[in-house]
């Protein structure tokens, strides 16, 4: 029975982590298309640089400690925690387009687990309808008993694979370059995820204003293939 238990946490991660998932994930650039539009990110070696910056200091990082937090505030049946930290990580987008991607992929991700697992309505209703990624992300790994770590790992290499294939696309990248990147990127994610689960509330914070510069002049670019 725990092997068949364990393999079906798999593959719901599994589901949650895929490129398949529609929630428009792989509409939205972060930044990356403008960066490469003004000439900041080039090659591999300036999408390595600019991803690693980003795993270390970066506003993801913030995303993956409110999954811990939310996976916590439900095996606690704390409601009213659940609700604090999606508020909490609304306030803390620096920009209106980062909040926007943030708000729609987690309304579709809500929306597409209430298609699946009609009971995940009454946790989703205590967020309400502004729900953040991460935060609807936390609420499904929680509801499926995912491994924790496992989780971070999903979601961490959902976030890298989407922007490595936007690299590949934007710079342009070779798709053997881009798998290289993935995996010269695996011993990061997997320290990243050691020191986010160590993080206390006091030292959430991040260092990404160069993404926030980005994201905001996006819109203005001459031509686009991502959205804002």
């Not at 690693?52 to 990082?61: D, K, M, P, V």
């Not at 990624?133 to 995912?146: D, L, N, P, R």
Request: proline share 2%.
């Amino acid at each position: 029975m725990d092997t068949i238990i364990t393999n079906n946490n798999l593959l719901w991660l599994l589901q949650l982590a895929s490129p398949a998932l529609p929630v428009g994930a792989y509409s939205y650039s972060e930044g990356l298309e403008t960066l490469t539009e003004h000439g900041v990110i080039t090659c591999h070696d300036t999408l390595m640089h600019w991803l690693t910056a980003e795993l270390q200091y970066g506003a993801i990082r913030l995303e993956a400690a409110l999954i811990v937090r939310v996976y916590q505030a439900l095996q606690n049946q704390d409601f009213a925690a659940l609700t604090h930290w999606n508020m909490w990580l609304t306030a803390v987008r620096e920009t209106e387009e980062l909040r926007n991607s943030s708000l729609q992929m987690g309304r579709s991700l809500i929306q597409l687990l209430e298609k699946l697992q009609p009971e995940i309505k009454i946790i989703s209703d205590k967020v309400g309808t502004l729900c953040n990624y991460a935060v609807a992300f936390g609420i499904a790994t929680a509801y499926w008993h995912v491994d924790m770590k496992a989780a971070l790992l999903g979601y961490l290499h959902s976030w890298v694979s989407n922007l490595v294939t936007a690299g590949v696309k934007l710079i342009p990248l070779g798709q053997t370059t881009g798998q290289q990147l993935l995996l010269n990127l695996q011993p990061l994610l997997t320290s990243a995820v050691e020191e986010v689960l160590q993080l206390e509330d006091d030292d959430l914070s991040c260092c990404s204003w160069g993404v926030s510069l980005a994201s905001m002049q996006h819109e203005t670019l001459y031509t686009r293939l991502f959205r804002s």
